[in-house]
């Protein structure tokens, strides 16, 4: 995906070489192709060349884009990319195929490429392209004013070759950064190149990709192009007097006297700062979000936005911001890229790459991350998508960088207490009480049912033989308190005979049977996002005709400095069962280097989870009499 600056002045034509030339190829280059292809490879289609150049005189980019498909089904992967780029890009296409040693060359219609305008002034563009079967060569061709933000040097799919050169230019002057796990073939002054770049693989539990994969990013410090000039900010000192000067963020913030009558009503029922906290929270969430995340106010007049009930996600915090500084709390905007962004260094003011703003304030010696688009978080917790590394504070005459940590745990404790029939049938109850992180991820899931019913539907969806005879669910709606639900059951046929032997799983249908971490090795961290912490009490009561004759041992196991612990235990009087198991991952992110121990953790979690409670059925006393005789 490429991001671009873009100036707005009239074409030029111009041609080029570079190693393809669009539209361009031999009966025996395409023949080639297919000879040194492995078509036995898992993917449907694999880039031949990705070649980008910018022409410094006529202050034009052009990228050329050679796709191969391997498969029938290649086509799939270019109709569901997305390329977002100017709304003054030209774009071309070609489809490339052999027919009777001959080519056959196609041009794309403007009707197969789908355009979708987005904010500030760029357009997303999809190909959906006939005349493609397997062995079909397609060429895309974009062209536009300025020069990338971004340069993808790795995919989801294979690239033979991916080479972008930006020469010195007196127009234009940036600063670059290279990122990613693989390394290129040649890493020059102007010009980079990636040979045989293997496709990127997405391993369970790991960040946004967008982080991990290879790329060169750019940053225009200024431009001076044919009477249009200007700068953007280099260090953050400068940057303050950016966004002070900016009409969609300064002044923004500016003029809060609409919020008077509101202020009024809060002071009036609130004593202490933490409680007109809460009630300003409140008061911003009434802001319907449009699902747009902004570094920058859709209007200068947020006063609008607040009358109209609706906006993005900079207006609605922004007059979080002006509401709480009116209340007389220390508040401030805080600007961070958001995960799905990628990260941001914070070394340098990378305005481009900064997406979004949520408000920061403290109450006495707490601080708090609050994001009113969120309608089921509490004041308390900062929204998972804002975990990123590290944010910026813009504070009147200075910034400061904060580290974002999770301020909560998922945590969840499951209660059991069941009773277990003499006709192998198990009747009680089950009691999920859920916290911070684990509460919101429940909130945001109910709510997308339409009735109770339907998430009872979902819930017995996947265990097998129950049957939910009530469910009571408790403080759905008080965001500061756990989520707790109430489950009364029955299931049937819990017990397996083998060996003379009755067999049960005491975590009945929450049996986990996978270890998440499937690979042998891992290349990139191991990203659970903020810590999780579970607890399972299981209480069983054993019928009359049944003897317990062997519960799994109990067993602790914790890694290096606490960053992971299990623990479980059992016991019993013979009439009943109690057991406990507890995990905690105590630290969101394990580096490559601690993934086998962490791997060989859950083997142990998975293999004590599953491991059964005996029984064996007791020998009626009037049958024990007659083998004495």
């Excluded at 109709?79 to 080519?103: A, C, M, S, V, W």
């Excluded at 056959?104 to 403007?110: L, P, Q, S, T």
């Excluded at 260094?345 to 900064?354: A, E, G, Q, T, V």
């Excluded at 509460?439 to 969806?461: G, I, M, P, Q, V």
Aim: glycine share 4%; hydrophobic share 35%.
């Amino acid at each position: 995906m490429l991001l671009f600056y873009i100036i707005f002045i009239n074409s030029i034509v111009f041609s080029y070489n570079s190693p393809v030339i669009f539209g361009k190829i031999s009966t025996d280059e395409y023949k080639l192709f297919d000879n040194n292809i492995d078509t036995n490879e898992s993917f449907s289609c694999m880039v031949l060349c990705d070649y980008g150049y910018f022409y410094s005189d006529e202050f034009r980019f052009v990228r050329t884009l050679r796709l191969k498909i391997l498969k029938t089904e290649g086509c799939n992967w270019l109709e569901k990319q997305t390329f977002i780029t100017p709304d003054q890009t030209e774009i071309r296409g070609k489809i490339i195929n052999l027919y009777n040693n001959k080519l056959d060359i196609k041009k794309i219609r403007n009707s197969s490429i789908l355009k979708k305008n987005i904010q500030n002034r760029y357009f997303t563009a999809q190909f959906f392209v006939p005349f493609v079967k397997k062995g079909s060569i397609i060429d895309l061709e974009f062209s536009y004013r300025g020069i990338p933000f971004e340069w993808q040097f790795q995919l989801d799919i294979p690239v033979k070759w991916s080479e972008i050169i930006i020469p010195d230019s007196p127009y234009i002057t940036f600063q670059k950064k290279i990122s990613g796990y693989e390394p290129l073939f040649i890493s020059g002054k102007d010009r980079w190149v990636a040979k045989n770049m293997p496709a990127f693989y997405r391993e369970p539990f790991m960040g946004p990709e967008v982080n991990f994969k290879t790329k060169i990013e750019f940053e225009v410090i200024s431009i001076n192009y044919l009477g249009f000039k200007k700068k953007w900010p280099t260090t953050w000192k400068s940057a303050i007097t950016y966004f002070r000067k900016n009409a969609y963020f300064g002044g923004a913030l500016r003029g809060s006297f609409y919020l008077n009558n509101v202020v009024k009503k809060i002071h009036e029922k609130c004593d202490t700062e933490e409680e007109m906290l809460k009630a300003a929270f409140a008061e911003a969430k009434q802001i319907k979000w449009d699902k747009k995340e902004s570094l920058f106010s859709s209007t200068p007049f947020i006063n609008i936005v607040y009358k109209n009930k609706y906006g993005n996600s900079a207006d609605i915090n922004m007059a979080l911001i002006q509401l709480l500084k009116k209340l007389g709390l220390h508040a401030s905007p805080l600007i961070l890229s958001t995960r799905q962004n990628g990260s941001v260094s914070h070394d340098f003011p990378n305005i481009r790459k900064l997406n979004y703003i949520i408000a920061f304030t403290k109450v006495g010696s707490k601080h708090y991350y609050l994001d009113a688009t969120q309608q089921f978080i509490p004041h308390n917790l900062i929204p998972l998508k804002c975990l990123n590394g590290s944010g910026r504070v813009l504070y009147r005459n200075k910034t400061k960088k904060i580290v974002l940590k999770p301020s909560g745990k998922r945590k969840e404790i499951i209660a059991y207490d069941i009773k277990l029939n003499k006709n192998t049938t198990i009747n009680g109850t089950i009691k999920y009480k859920k916290y911070e992180y684990a509460a919101l991820n429940f909130r945001k899931k109910y709510c997308t049912f339409n009735t109770h019913k339907d998430y009872l539907k979902e819930f017995k969806s996947d265990k097998s033989g129950i049957e939910i005879l009530n469910l009571i669910i408790k403080n759905l709606n008080d965001l500061n308190l756990p989520v707790i639900e109430e489950f009364e059951i029955k299931l049937d046929d819990q017990l397996k005979l083998i060996n003379g032997k009755f067999h049960m799983s005491p975590l009945l249908f929450k049996q986990v049977t996978k270890n998440p971490l499937l690979l042998k090795e891992r290349k990139y961290p191991v990203d659970f996002v903020c810590p999780i912490e579970k607890k399972y009490s299981i209480k069983i009561a054993v019928p009359e005709n049944l003897r317990i004759i062997r519960l799994p041992k109990s067993l602790t196991k914790t890694l290096p400095d606490n960053s992971a612990k299990f623990t479980f235990s059992a016991s019993n009087d013979g009439k009943k069962i109690h057991l406990r198991y507890s995990y905690s991952i105590n630290k969101p992110i394990f580096k490559p280097d601690e993934y086998k121990p962490l791997k060989h953790f859950f083997d142990l979690i998975l293999q004590k989870m599953s491991e059964p409670v005996l029984f064996q059925e007791k020998v009626p006393e009037h049958t024990m009499k007659l083998k004495k005789r």
